[in-house]
């Protein structure tokens, strides 16, 4: 069992960047592809970016390609979801998620059913 605990969320303004982080509890956090989703309100959850276990392969969902950049660091067992130029659309309960996978190099997918851990969620707000 892994569990996932998202920090970093907060209210900011459009143009203006948070980092989220995303700490997991497991000695072979290595192992595990991670992504990061995100659900607005009243609406359905979505993809936004994914890493492999190395950190070689990302993928982007494209309104936030340029702007977003996922990281991990496998020795503090964490992923990282670096957010810039902030927009009012971004605002959601963002999500971390992991998938065991014995593959190294390829990301673990963009569909939520991809993956078998969640985390609680943090929320992001960006005003206008």
């Known amino acids: 069992q892994v569990q996932l605990v998202e920090s970093g969320g907060g209210l900011v303004q459009a143009g203006d960047s948070l980092r989220l982080s995303c700490a997991a509890s497991?000695?072979?956090?290595?192992?595990?592809?991670m992504g990061w989703f995100r659900q607005p309100t009243g609406q359905e959850r979505e993809f936004v970016a994914a890493i492999s276990r190395s950190g070689a392969s990302t993928v982007y969902t494209e309104s936030v390609k340029g702007r977003f950049t996922i990281s991990r660091d496998n020795a503090k067992n964490t992923v990282y979801l670096q957010m810039n130029s902030l927009k009012p659309e971004d605002t959601a309960v963002y999500y971390c998620a992991a998938r065991f996978t014995l593959s190294r190099d390829s990301h673990a997918g963009t569909e939520g059913n991809d993956y078998n851990y969640w985390g609680q969620g943090t929320q992001v707000t960006v005003s206008s």
């Open positions: 497991t000695l072979s956090f290595s192992y595990y592809a």
